[in-house]
């Protein structure tokens, strides 16, 4: 997503910018909990898949103590024990989305207004165009780089080159080496020091180059970023592709990846979820379907996207192998809607192919063939009355206000959730989302 959004008290900056601007937010998930709970500052702390699965997120104590990306929570909840002192006791929280979807967009609202040009790659990084003096430029960074803290209260490290290929890389010079300060400007390293730096990292540390692909570089005798820097274009793209050649044009200070443009409208949109508790029953399953149909309504509402087909599916878990079952249903609808009424009972005729007393550990509904709102073919003269009335907008305000769960079609209005939701017992409280979980502070 591009953002232009410039700031009249921020530096003037425009687009066609001379460098490019990596701003990374460190261990974001730990980061945006410990913005609202300082506890957590210096204590290992990781966040958890959905479900409370896997680790997805580690602070940088976790990281000391070993503790792999990926690594199941039962593994390690000995961790955990009241018996290890305060300070190195691993600390595990269930993944807070609504906390940390918030955030992200405080962020980038933030960086936007320090230039005009600002692609937001994912949810805890952007892209910004810049320019300047190499001095202006450090301090630019460091502006930002305080401005986050400031005013979001997570920490972010910034990599500033000609390129995005060496911006990446000049970030993670910036968040590994505590003499940059969080802040690395590629071009104000003398040559010789950046070749030595890169002459000691392995390919498999660029953006974009999997182990795969690493071990056809290593063949080749190419085992250094600094190797792959002085690589021949033309033969790299000849062996391997255009992007890898790209990759290595980069590393040369030739930009090759440009600033994309904001992607107007979606091909598709899923929503699907494991079950904390599997599902055995057509009702649950169409309890299940009723609430992933309205969020897929309020998903294509916000896009200003209307739906024409809506495929529903189901499945039993990999590791059972008595009652293997994957339903699927693929509905084309009368007429492209982002009606609640019509997906929910879409979604809904999954329920006639689910096997009762088979357990069902995932399901999720998927609508494609989006069209903008409005933009219907003359043969389709005929205006769903729902959509007339403004009853998904209704029931997406309601939910906006009273939270999640206020309101639904059915049985998808269960505010308490229902057993089968998302397994999260070590969720925090979603600081900015929602009202009764506001953070209370008192003076003494």
């Known amino acids: 997503m591009r953002i232009r959004t410039p700031d009249p008290a921020g530096p003037a900056l425009m687009p066609g910018s001379d460098y490019i601007a990596l701003v990374d937010v460190n261990s974001f998930y730990a980061s945006a909990e410990r913005a609202f709970n300082p506890s957590l500052e210096g204590v290992p702390v ?51 989305y609504e906390l940390y979807g918030d955030l992200s967009s405080r962020v980038m609202e933030l960086l936007g207004r320090y230039s005009a040009w600002v692609e937001v790659y994912s949810i805890d990084e952007a892209f910004l165009g ?10 630019l960074g460091r502006t930002m780089k305080d401005a986050v803290r400031r005013h979001v209260g997570v920490p972010v490290c910034v990599g500033i080159a ?3 290929g060496l911006a990446k890389l000049a970030n993670k010079l910036a968040k590994h080496n505590p003499d940059f300060a969080g802040v690395c400007h590629w071009e104000s390293i003398p040559e010789e020091v950046r070749d030595g730096l890169m002459s000691r990292l392995s390919v498999v540390e660029l953006w974009g180059v999997a182990t795969r692909l690493t071990k ?12 792959l820097k002085n690589s021949s274009a033309v033969m790299i793209r000849d062996r391997f592709s255009v992007v890898l050649m790209r990759t290595v044009l980069e590393l040369q200070g030739t ?41 897929a309504s309020a998903r294509l509402a916000k896009h200003g996207l ?13 590791f059972n192998q008595d009652n293997i079952s994957y339903p699927s249903v693929c509905v084309s609808l009368p007429m492209p809607t982002a009606d609640p009424v019509l997906l929910h009972k879409a979604a809904n005729s999954l329920c006639e192919r689910i096997y009762e007393g088979v357990k069902y550990v995932r399901a999720g509904i998927m609508v494609t063939d989006l069209r903008p709102t409005g933009n219907q073919s003359p043969l389709e003269l005929f205006e769903n009355p729902h959509e007339e009335r403004g009853i998904g ?22 505010r308490g959730g229902p057993d089968w939701s998302m397994k999260r017992d070590m969720l925090s409280p979603r600081y900015t989302t929602h009202w009764d979980e506001l953070l209370l502070v008192k003076a003494s």
């Open 162 to 164: 000609k390129t995005k």
């Open 393 to 414: 907008q209704l029931m997406e305000s309601v939910s906006k206000k009273y939270g999640r769960g206020s309101i639904g079609l059915g049985s998808a209005g269960v």
């Open 216 to 227: 056809r570089l290593n063949a080749m005798g190419i085992h250094t970023i600094l190797d």
């Open 46 to 96: 990781v966040v958890l898949s959905n479900n409370d699965g896997c680790v997805v997120t580690r602070s940088a104590e976790a990281k000391a103590l070993g503790i792999p990306m990926g690594e199941p929570w039962f593994k390690l909840k000995h961790l955990a024990s009241d018996a290890i002192p305060r300070r190195k006791r691993l600390v595990a929280l269930s993944s807070n």
């Open 130 to 139: 810049v320019n300047g003096t190499p001095g202006q430029l450090r301090q």
């Open 306 to 318: 209307q739906a024409k087909v809506l495929t529903a599916f189901a499945g039993t878990s990999h």
């Open 255 to 295: 930009p090759c990846i440009p600033m994309e443009e904001e992607r107007v409208g979606k091909d598709q949109l899923i929503f699907s979820r494991s079950f904390a508790t599997p599902v055995t029953t057509a009702a649950d399953m169409g309890q299940v379907m009723s609430v992933y149909a309205q969020q």
